[in-house]
């Protein structure tokens, strides 16, 4: 059997390659593994930095965690809040490509508009949209000139969820819309045509035609607006502080206050480990699932 011969100078691209990887593998060791061991031995202690305990406690901490109802009631809040998130981001966003895709006057300041919230500073934005929800804000200013009595935004419980929901689709519906139109600017011309010379309407041909073949941006575009969705802090922080009651209270912040205001670490740990494997899951689930409704994939 003949040797195979190694070309010259491969060990040296073998090299330049590994020192171009490098910096990513150091990287993410660092600030991803790192700090995913290191938050799953925290949640095995009870770490109170008050009153200098670092003690093993091995799983009560998840144990406590399954049997507080402040963490169920978050996991709710986030439910709730992530499908009102998504249902309304992708609607809006795909509805906002399918207009940009029609070619009309005027669709890149249309584009601009939409797209500008998304460079816009996160708690800047917040900050503005808490001064027009506020009782005597700029919104409900507006509703009285046409003599309707705007409610308390932010501190009603459906308001304040609404509220918190419309203010991120509008921060991020932007960068959405844009997916969806350079998926739908892929969609081969003929193949509409094709589909309008069969008899097919311009809605029989965007969904037998158009969403499968930009199938895979949809699932991208759900993916990233799911795990976003679980993630949210700074919009709950600025704008209710996770109330009123508990009615805004997500995973995300409710593991900011047991961990920043209660100064119990341990358990905030063991509630970061459970965010961690409810995105995961759901992810992998997403995944798992294309199959069933991703029908054209690259």
Known sequence: MARTRRLPGSRGEALTGYAFVLPQVVGSAAFVIGPLIAVFWYSLHDWNVLANKFT????????????????????????????????????????????????MRGTATFRAFFFSPVVVSLVAWTIVWGFLLQADGGINGFLQQVGIEGPNWLREGPTAMASVIIVQVFKNVGLNMVLFLAALQSVPAELREAARVDGASAWRTFRSVVVPLISPTILLVTILTIVGSLQVFAQIAVLTQGGPGTSTTVLVYYLYQQAFQFKEFGYASAVSVALFVLVAVLTLVQWQTRKRWVHHEV
């Open 56 to 103: 093993f406690v091995g799983g009560e901490n998840y144990e406590r965690m399954f049997d507080d109802p402040g963490f169920s009631d978050s996991l709710r809040v986030s439910a709730v809040f992530s499908v009102g998130l998504v249902v309304l981001n992708i609607t809006l966003a795909l509805a906002l490509a399918v207009m940009l895709n029609q070619k």
